[in-house]
């Protein structure tokens, strides 16, 4: 009889245990919602003036969304093509805007040529070489 009761003792000490394991983890960090998250590579509580930039960040937001939404009904290359020139249109200077995302683009290219026969970590790895990351 105890050698039946074993294995139920056993398994209801391991879910003791993982329970108690899980509770004890810290918290996931806050991020914002959806992909927004990943456009906060500046933090503006750092920048001369904090308030200046938080506004030039959300004009630029704005300005992405108006272009994401005029663009929203085509696909790939097309969208691409579209959204540059929706959001070109707004820049100071669309002629230097355009050159600097055709220039951008042609390195996008020539990174993902480089890196093409490369898969996981050895992508990514290959794709920041490209590009002269320090990571």
């Not at 245990?17 to 996931?28: E, G, K």
């Not at 004009?59 to 696909?75: G, N």
């Not at 898969?119 to 990514?124: A, H, M, V």
Request: hydrophobic share 35%; with cysteine.
């Amino acid at each position: 009889m105890l050698k039946a009761l074993t294995p139920a003792f056993v398994g209801a000490a391991l879910l003791a245990a993982s329970t108690v394991l899980f509770a004890q983890q810290s918290p996931a960090p806050a991020q914002d919602s959806g992909k927004g998250a990943k456009m906060h590579r500046f933090d503006c509580s750092q920048a001369k003036d904090p308030k200046a930039c938080e506004e030039r960040r959300e004009k630029a937001r704005a300005m992405f969304k108006k272009a994401h939404e005029a663009c929203d009904a085509k696909k790939g290359d097309e969208r691409r093509d579209c959204m540059r020139q929706q959001m070109c249109a707004n820049a100071q200077d669309p002629a230097k805007c355009e050159a600097n995302a055709q220039s951008r683009m042609a390195a996008r290219k020539q990174a993902h040529e480089a890196c093409k026969d490369k898969k996981g970590d050895e992508l990514r790895s290959c794709m920041r070489a490209q590009r002269g990351d320090k990571k």
